[in-house]
Antibody
Framework: EVLLVESGGGLVQPGGSVRLSCVAS????????MSWVRQAPGKGLEWVSA????????YYAEAVKGRLITSRDNSKNTLYLQMDSLGVEDTAIYYC????????????????WGQGTPVTVS | QSALTQPPSVSGSPGQSVTVSCTGT?????????VSWFQQHPGKAPKLIIF???RRPSGVPDRLSGAKSGNTASLTISGLQFEDEATYYC???????????FGGGTKVTVL
């Protein structure tokens, strides 16, 4: 079974930091670009960031540029999101997903999602 | 950049068809074939149901179909079933700067 499992969320004070992890099983993430997508309480989906299959390129939504850093460790089959200078507007469930990246040949779609990890800034 | 524009809600009776629109610009929906749709039930993760405007992943019923005309994409659910009651999001690649945009979501209610 293909699974993505996020962890690291919780309650954070404004201005604080948190690091999210996304561990994959049943698939090797080294052949996939990966993304983070968030969903504020009662709101819609918002793409946050993407990273190329080898970590060589990263992409961020304007709202998070300079505060969030996406990285990956393919040897651990794990994706990370370092979140700094958090504000109440960052309160959301954070999902990791495969794809969401313009790959070498074509756009890769977000076809495998984790269950999400909640981050509350208060 | 603003999210893609979707109607907040649509509804239909079992067996009927409903269509959800998704309006963007020439820099996103209109400029690329990379439009996808996601279905999300309450408390669950989104599920990819349409990609490349009108292609379905394995296991998605052919009652769900996608299309695009100009800057507007659409999702049609035919033969509406109670299990189709969910929120649907469109998504488009939006170029090297904005990158990826989602629509605001449309809640589909089966009456």
């Amino acid at each position: 079974e293909v699974l993505l499992v996020e962890s690291g969320g919780g309650l954070v004070q404004p201005g604080g930091s948190v690091r999210l992890s996304c561990v994959a099983s049943g698939l090797t993430i080294s052949s996939h670009g990966m993304s983070w997508v968030r969903q504020a309480p009662g709101k819609g989906l918002e793409w946050v960031s993407a990273i190329s299959y080898n970590g060589g390129s990263t992409y961020y939504a304007e709202a998070v540029k300079g505060r969030l850093i996406t990285s990956r460790d393919n040897s651990k089959n794990t994706l990370y999101l370092q979140m700094d200078s958090l504000g109440v507007e960052d309160t959301a469930i954070y999902y990791c997903a495969t794809g969401g990246w313009m790959g070498i040949f074509s756009y890769e779609y977000m076809d495998v999602w984790g269950q999400g990890t909640p981050v509350t800034v208060s | 950049q603003s999210a893609l524009t979707q109607p907040p809600s649509v509804s239909g009776s079992p067996g009927q068809s409903v269509t959800v629109s998704c309006t963007g610009t020439g820099s996103d929906v209109g400029g690329y074939k990379y439009v996808s749709w996601f279905q999300q039930h309450p408390g669950k993760a989104p599920k990819l149901i349409i990609f490349d405007v009108n292609r379905r992943p394995s296991g998605v019923p052919d009652r769900l179909s996608g299309a695009k005309s100009g800057n507007t994409a659409s999702l049609t659910i035919s033969g509406l079933q109670f299990e189709d009651e969910a929120t649907y999001y469109c998504c488009s690649y939006a170029g090297a700067y904005t990158y990826v945009l989602f629509g605001g979501g449309t809640k589909v209610t089966v009456l």
